[in-house]
Each structure stands twice: as structure tokens, then as C-alpha cells.
């Protein structure tokens, strides 16, 4: 089997690490691995396959002679490298913002819109962690009748802003049990024992730039260009896994029943779905895993064409690393 040249683009922060780990566990076919990092990171190491791996400031000749480029760094630096990796004949397959609504870059969850990964010229988009989970949870739905609009509330856990929130968490966690105040860094406001219903900047009347990416990006995906998406994003006191509350409206009325078929067979997804028995989604229960778990599925009493459900999963995984390992698959089955 032919071999492949892969560059971690990003390598030492949370998709980064999680990206090296998944590969190793999926057994993709890395030749060489090439870890890239700031200049803050260069000469470290990390072990790959049991073996010392050194860290490598990313500079644009670091490119040269890669086949795929795992973008894992924030978009100034995905905008920054990206021309120099097209113009080495990698593919960059990125998890930040910058390209997700390119009209020339596709954006693809493999669940959903594999056929989409055959029409890049050299960028393929991760879609926002949070829209990945929606999207892998809803898909099925979509089968039995396209979804008109859908309302969502995400509770994101910490590890979403990098290896830095979980740190700041857990810091504060303790500060406050030493009866100390704590300062805010990484987050807005106290993160611990507090919810923080803001991430992102203002984009559109009120809402933010994350929440504006369930209806621009969940479009995209499930190629529904007239979907309808109100979203509200919460920081919550969570380390790994984001969970979304979401109601759906369709054109047709979906009955629970249905909805729970197509879900437990579908790609992806998981269907924890037993409220007698306190059964249900949690982020505890879908960390350092790949399924999104859905759940609590029940009408809408509010449209009689619309279905509620709960979902979780883990955005380092399923939401960023595993997502874009999985697009680097259907590549290299290309
Ligand atoms: N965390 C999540 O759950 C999640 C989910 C979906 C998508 N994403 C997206 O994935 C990307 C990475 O997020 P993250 O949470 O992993 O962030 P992070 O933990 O803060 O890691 C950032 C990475 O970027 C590297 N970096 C910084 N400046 C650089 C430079 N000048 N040149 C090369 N590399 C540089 C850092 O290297 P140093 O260690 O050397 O500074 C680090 O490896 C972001 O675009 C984020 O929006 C994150």
C-alpha cells in the first residue's frame, strides 16, 4: 500500500495531538510525519509510532514533498501557509474557519457529503465542531424529509478553545477552593461554576460568528441552501465534549418513531434514547470516542412538523482530529 508524506500543520495544540494520536489509532498509511508548530515548539519532540518525532517551526518550504497537509491551527495561520501548500501539491485538509465557505473548497463531514472531497483544487474545509455534531446527528433525519429550519442551543465544553481552557477550568476550579479570586484568560468571564452564552464576536443581529456558522455551514453540508438555523453557543464548565439541544421542522410531519429508526442506522451516530431508564447522551459518555450520540427524541410541541432531540460528541474527535482524518481517508481511496 502506497505511503503517504503527512504534515501536522499545528501539532502540539489540542487537534494536533489529538490528529497524531488518531492517525496512529486508525492506522493511516504515514510514511513520514512531519510536525509543524511556531517557532515556540521548534526542537521538541513527540513520539509517533514509538519513535521520537522533532517539532518543526512551519515555514513554507517546510511543505515541499508532503502529500497531505492536517491543518490544525487558528486561520491567520491556515490563510498564511495555505498557498505555499497548494503550490507544493499537498492537500490541505483544515480545521479552521478561513476557507469553510470558499465556493472553490468543499466542506465535508464523511457521513454526509463524501462525494464533495472529489472537486477540491487543493483545500478541503473541516466544518466548525459544533455543526459536525448537528449535522452527523440530523443527516438521517434529513432522508425522510429535508429539514426546513431547525433551532439549536450548544453547550461547548472547554477544550473547544484549545489546550488552553481545560487549564484555565481546572485553575480556577482550584483557585476558588483556596477561597482566591481568579482571573479570566483564555475566557471572557469565570468559566468555573458559570455558563458564558457568548463565543465568537457580534456577526448578525445578536448573533454571534459561531452561531452563525450552524445555518452557513450546516447549508453547505447537507446541501440544503434555504435552511433555516437560530443558534444560541454556550460556553459551559465541561472539559471534552459538546452537547446541542435541537429542535427540526420539516415540511411533512416525522414521527418520533421514524426518526429513531433512521438514526440507529445511521453513519456516525449512536442512539442512546431510553428517558425511563435515564438513558441518554452525556459528555462523559462520548469523550475519547467517534459517535455522535443522539437522544431524548420527542415531538415539538410547538410545530406539528417538528421533531426535538439531544445530542453530544466529542468536538476534539468527531468535531476536528477524527473528521479530518476520515476526509484524508477518502483521499487516499481516491
Ligand atoms: N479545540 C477544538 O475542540 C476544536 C474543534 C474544531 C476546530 N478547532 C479549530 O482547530 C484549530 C486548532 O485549534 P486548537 O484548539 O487545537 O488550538 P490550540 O490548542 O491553541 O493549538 C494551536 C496550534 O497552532 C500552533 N501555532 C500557533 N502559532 C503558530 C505559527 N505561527 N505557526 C505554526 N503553528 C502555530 C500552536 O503551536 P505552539 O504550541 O508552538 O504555539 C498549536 O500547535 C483552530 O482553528 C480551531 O478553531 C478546534
Given at each position: 500500500m502506497k505511503q503517504y508524506t503527512v504534515a501536522v500543520l499545528g501539532a502540539t495544540g489540542a487537534v494536533g495531538q489529538e490528529m497524531i494520536k488518531i492517525l496512529q489509532e486508525r492506522d493511516f498509511p504515514v510514511g513520514k510525519l512531519i510536525p509543524l508548530a511556531s517557532a515556540r515548539s521548534a526542537g521538541k519532540t513527540l513520539t509517533f509510532r514509538g519513535e521520537e518525532v522533532a517539532i518543526?517551526?512551519?515555514?513554507d518550504e517546510a511543505f515541499q514533498g508532503v502529500d497531505i497537509v492536517l491543518g490544525a491551527a487558528e486561520n491567520d495561520i491556515a490563510q498564511r501557509f495555505a498557498?505555499?501548500?497548494v503550490k507544493a501539491g499537498a492537500v490541505f485538509v483544515d480545521n479552521s474557519s478561513a476557507f469553510r465557505l470558499d465556493p472553490k473548497v468543499p466542506l465535508v463531514v464523511p457521513e454526509v457529503n463524501p462525494e464533495d472531497v472529489s472537486w477540491h483544487q487543493g483545500i478541503i474545509a473541516n466544518p466548525n465542531c459544533s455543526t459536525i455534531i448537528a449535522v452527523t446527528a440530523v443527516n438521517a433525519l434529513n432522508s425522510i424529509a429535508p429539514i426546513r429550519a431547525m433551532t439549536a442551543s450548544t453547550y461547548q465544553a472547554v477544550s473547544g478553545a484549545g489546550a488552553g481552557g481545560p487549564v484555565e477550568l481546572m485553575n480556577q476550579v482550584e483557585a476558588l477552593s483556596r477561597g482566591e479570586r481568579c482571573q479570566p484568560k483564555v475566557f471572557s468571564h469565570q468559566i468555573a461554576y458559570n455558563l458564558i452564552p457568548q463565543i465568537g464576536g457580534e456577526?448578525?443581529?445578536?448573533?454571534?460568528?459561531?452561531?452563525?456558522?450552524?445555518q452557513n455551514e450546516g447549508r453547505k453540508i447537507m446541501h440544503l441552501p434555504q435552511l433555516k438555523v437560530s443558534c444560541t453557543c454556550?460556553?459551559?464548565?465541561?472539559?471534552?465534549?459538546?452537547?446541542?439541544?435541537?429542535?427540526?421542522?420539516?415540511?411533512v410531519s416525522v414521527t418520533v418513531e421514524q426518526a429513531r429508526e433512521v438514526i440507529a442506522k445511521a453513519p456516525g451516530c449512536k442512539l442512546v434514547d431510553d428517558l425511563k431508564n435515564q438513558r441518554y447522551p452525556m459528555?462523559?459518555?462520548?469523550s475519547d470516542q467517534d459517535l455522535v450520540f443522539v437522544g431524548r427524541i420527542r415531538p415539538d410541541l410547538t410545530d406539528e412538523n417538528g421533531l426535538c432531540l439531544w445530542c453530544c460528541g466529542d468536538q476534539v474527535r468527531k468535531g476536528a482530529a477524527t473528521n479530518a482524518i476520515q476526509i484524508a481517508e477518502l483521499l487516499v481511496k481516491e
Open positions: 518543526r517551526e512551519a515555514g498557498p505555499a501548500i456577526q448578525l443581529e445578536g448573533y454571534t460568528s459561531e452561531e452563525m456558522k450552524m454556550v460556553r459551559v464548565p465541561v472539559v471534552r465534549s459538546h452537547s446541542i439541544s435541537i429542535s427540526c421542522r420539516f415540511d459528555p462523559l459518555d462520548t
